[in-house]
C-alpha cells in the first residue's frame, strides 16, 4: 500500500488574506497558529477578525502544540482537479487545544485513516507556500 505524500508544486494554492496572514506566516516559520479569544476562552478557526462563538473581538494569536487526533475523514481516488495526485486522505483534525482544521493526511497508508487516530503536524512547502498537513503522531 502506498504510503501518502504531499502534493507536488502546481497545485492551486491558498491565497493569504489580511486576516488569515498570521497563520501562513507561522506556517512558514514551522508554527500552528489559532487564534483565542480574550471574551470567551474559545479556540477560533478559521482566522477571523470576531469570535465566531461570542463576538468579541478580543481575538489573540496562539501557537498550537500541533497534535490532535482525526474527527472526520474520507479518501479521494479521482480528484476534481488534475493537478492533485490521489489517492489522498482528507482529514478534519481536532487539535488538543479545541479547534478544528481541514487537512490532509501523510506518512500513512488510506488503511491507516480513522477517527481517533493522534496525528502531529507535518509543514511541507509546496511551491511558494507551506501547508500544515499532518501524520501519525507515533510518540
Ligand atoms: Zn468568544
Not at 7 to 36: H, K, N
Not at 83 to 96: G, H, L, N, Q, R
Request: aromatic share 10%; charged share 20%.
Amino acid at each position: 500500500m502506498t504510503v501518502l505524500e504531499p502534493q507536488r508544486p502546481g497545485i492551486p494554492l491558498p491565497q493569504p488574506t489580511p486576516v488569515s496572514r498570521p497563520f501562513w506566516d507561522g506556517c512558514a516559520a514551522g508554527e500552528l497558529r489559532y487564534q483565542r479569544c480574550g471574551g470567551c476562552g474559545r479556540a477560533v478557526f478559521d482566522p477571523a477578525w470576531d469570535c465566531r462563538h461570542c463576538g468579541s473581538g478580543a481575538l489573540e494569536w496562539q501557537v498550537s502544540g500541533g497534535r490532535g487526533e482525526v474527527y472526520s475523514h474520507t479518501v479521494v481516488w479521482r480528484p476534481q482537479a488534475p493537478e492533485f495526485s490521489a489517492p489522498y486522505a482528507v482529514v478534519i483534525v481536532t487539535f488538543d487545544e479545541g479547534f478544528q482544521l481541514l487537512t490532509n493526511l501523510v506518512g500513512a497508508t488510506v488503511d491507516d485513516v480513522r477517527v481517533g487516530l493522534r496525528v502531529r503536524t507535518a509543514f511541507h512547502d509546496v511551491g511558494g507556500i507551506t501547508l500544515p498537513y499532518v501524520e501519525p503522531d507515533g510518540s
